[in-house]
């Protein structure tokens, strides 16, 4: 992206608003300050996504900005804006890639806190993987979010709130429900490939 306007001659939320009304040129400005932040969340959320991918979400989580910018709430702070985009690239680009990168790569041999028993065959473990996702897939976008973001990213439900623009009981409901919604589709043996106890 271009530079734009100079960066240190507005706030964030003069930008927002010139950007808001029309004026392109303060996305340069904006993408020079706080292209670093985008880029530091999506690789904190997307450790297994390569450096060309990251570009090219870091890209569009300013497209996301740019069409964000009549909504954008004066009192909510750049930095704060900023995640909660970059949280939703990430979710969107997670949701696409879910069964190739986390089932069938990252939960091969230990599930998320629960070694896989010894005597699963290969073959079984890809079955339960799938089914895993065949369950995930099924679940209200709203707690497919929370639980990606718990379950697969390690963050507590205040960090979770944070990002979504959440209230903290909202998150904790959330995934609640998620969890009781995957007990009720899913064998016992598949959702110990996925589930931990919530200590946060």
Excluded at 42 to 55: K, N, V, W
């Amino acid at each position: 992206m271009g530079t734009g306007l100079p960066s240190e001659t507005f706030s964030d939320e003069a930008l927002m608003s010139r950007l808001a009304q029309g004026d392109t040129s303060a996305m340069g400005a904006l993408y020079q300050r706080h292209a670093p932040l985008a880029k530091r969340a999506l690789g904190r959320m997307l450790p297994e996504a390569s450096a060309a991918e990251l570009e090219e979400l870091l890209q569009d989580v300013f497209v996301a900005l740019h069409d964000s910018a009549p909504r954008y709430p004066l009192e909510a702070g750049m930095r704060r804006w900023i995640w909660g985009i970059s949280a939703k690239t990430a979710l969107f680009w997670r949701r696409k890639t879910w069964v190739r990168r986390t089932l069938l790569r990252r939960h091969q041999i230990v599930s998320l806190g629960m070694a896989r028993p010894a005597s699963t065959s290969p073959e079984l473990a890809i079955l339960l993987r799938q089914e895993i996702a065949n369950a995930v897939g099924k679940l209200p976008q709203e707690q497919r979010d929370v639980l990606l973001l718990h379950a697969v990213e390690g963050f507590s439900g205040d960090e979770i709130a944070g990002l979504l623009g959440l209230r903290h009981e909202t998150v904790r409901t959330r995934l609640f429900r998620a969890r009781q919604r995957l007990i009720d589709d899913v064998s016992p043996r598949a959702l110990s490939e996925l589930l931990t106890e919530d200590k946060r």
